[in-house]
């Protein structure tokens, strides 16, 4: 989480959201995120270290950001 939370994420993502629910479960521990076109990565975290995660959440990104310009839109128009 602090990874996430780190103040040049939240400069570079003026509209970065993080949401955390805590819960006092048996459930496995996962890991949302949810991207500017609706789509959703969820990593079950005993699975993945935080880097990895962060990897692929840069990653799905950058190819959001590169389909958006070909699209001629832009992620800040939403």
Known sequence: ?????????????PKLKINTMVVGTTDP???????????????????????EMLDEVFLTANNLDIEYELEGKSVDDK
């Open 29 to 51: 521990p996962k890991v949302e995120f949810e991207f500017i076109d609706g789509t959703v990565s969820t990593y079950d975290s005993q699975q993945f270290q935080a880097k």
């Open 1 to 13: 989480m602090r990874q996430v939370q780190a103040e040049r994420f939240v400069k570079s993502n």
